[in-house]
């Protein structure tokens, strides 16, 4: 007797009396089924009301009505909005999205993407771990377009979408030393990722512009964390010649730095790289370079599915703009 719930194909396969194999091969219209065994299929599915999960269908045998999208890390509020934004667009086009996350691994990466690609997705969206990704050449010459998104990619011909990383860090920075602020610090994550030195570099063209050279007593990179780049704060503020304003390039080193700044009660001008969630409510006032993490994620998907559709052209590198906003405070 049946359980109760959706009928699955092995209560179709025990209703028709076949084996489960006969049953995948009817669904799948494979050619040479037993025209019997193919009238009981079909009666058992019409009697059980049985319904393909098409989605879970295209996840085993690979299907053009996907699209693949590897995120570093879609626990990352960031990769969270982008991801959203992608599906939109896909489920707009009557695509679905299979999302997996490299968690930083190229390794994984690698294995991630290879796998969608074995499964048939009309193409894939990919923010690179590793440096080179010559891996996907052969998916990309049999057909298989592939968006980098994030950061650009190496290896193959392929479209990046990308944010004004470097943009975005100079004109924060050289704000800050526009008010007057002669010890500025910047806390950065791992300097090999592709943001972090964009971003980095960003900020030394500000000061190479205001005729300055940053104390490389200031500069902290491998902050991983709130809590390294909280530490790294603290360490600076509790130096003999603190620092008066601090650039993060990133919205973790930002709430660090400020876990270490607020109960200080010090007088830190500070300005971050991303928004982050409670940054509005902030008790004193932050400078924020921001920008619009779902217009990038359609952007992208955008560009994907005119690769898809067979938009002729060479691949470009086009880049979201950043604003400086304000947050937190009064004002």
Do not use: W
Not at 247 to 274: H, K, M, Q, W
Request: proline content about 5%.
């Amino acid at each position: 007797m049946r359980k109760s719930g959706r009928p699955t194909m092995v209560d179709v396969a025990a209703d028709a009396g076949v084996s489960l194999k006969t049953v995948s091969r009817v669904i799948n219209a494979e050619p040479n089924v037993d025209p019997a065994m193919t009238k009981r299929v079909r009666a058992a599915i019409a009697r059980l009301g049985y319904h393909r999960n098409a989605i879970a269908a295209s996840l085993r045998s690979g299907s053009r009505d996907t699209i693949g999208f590897v995120s570093a890390d879609l626990t990352n509020t960031f990769y969270m909005s982008v991801a959203a934004a992608v599906s939109t667009v896909a489920v707009g086009r009557g695509m679905q999205v299979i999302m997996a996350s490299s968690e930083e691994d190229p390794a994984a990466e690698r294995s991630l993407a290879l796998d969608l690609c074995q499964r048939r997705v009309g193409g894939l969206i990919l923010v690179p771990a590793a440096s080179d990704q010559s891996y996907l050449a052969h998916e990309v010459d049999s057909g298989t377009p592939v968006v980098f998104l994030d950061r650009p990619g190496h290896g193959i011909a392929a479209d990046s979408v990308l944010i004004d990383n470097r943009g975005g860090a100079r004109a924060a920075v050289a704000e800050l030393l526009a008010a007057g602020h002669e010890r500025i610090a910047l806390l950065l994550d791992a300097t090999d990722i592709f943001t972090m030195e964009e971003r980095q570099a960003g900020a030394l063209e500000a000061f190479a512009a205001a005729g300055r050279i940053p104390d490389p007593a200031l500069i902290v990179s491998g902050l991983h964390t709130p809590q390294a780049a909280c530490a790294a704060m603290e360490r600076l503020l509790d130096a003999e010649r603190a620092p008066t304003a601090v650039f993060c390039a990133n919205n973790r080193s930002t709430i660090g730095a400020l876990e270490a700044i607020l109960p200080y009660g010090a007088d830190v001008a500070v300005a971050g790289f991303d928004d982050f969630e409670l940054s509005r409510v902030l008790p004193r006032r932050i400078r924020i370079v921001d920008y619009d993490a779902a217009a990038l994620g359609t952007l992208a998907a955008m560009t994907l599915f005119d690769r898809i559709a067979g938009q002729p052209g060479t691949t470009s590198t086009r880049l979201l703009p950043t604003r400086l906003v304000s947050r937190g405070g009064r004002d």
